[in-house]
């Protein structure tokens, strides 16, 4: 069942993580989900050069 609840809110992630509910804010839970969809893929989740680290579309999932 977690797991389920897991690929639902990984799916709701794009290469560039998407808005959510809260709007476009990066709280720990948005990250925390956008660190774990990022590695599951093999990959780590980046704050964009210049980015707005208090902004969930300011991270992209990149390659290690």
Known sequence: MKA???????????????????????????LKVARAACLAKGRELVLNKEGDEQRISAYTCQRK
């Open 4 to 30: 389920l609840a897991l690929l639902i809110g990984l799916a709701s992630l794009s290469a560039c993580a998407t808005a959510e509910a809260n709007g476009d804010v990066a709280t720990y839970d948005t």
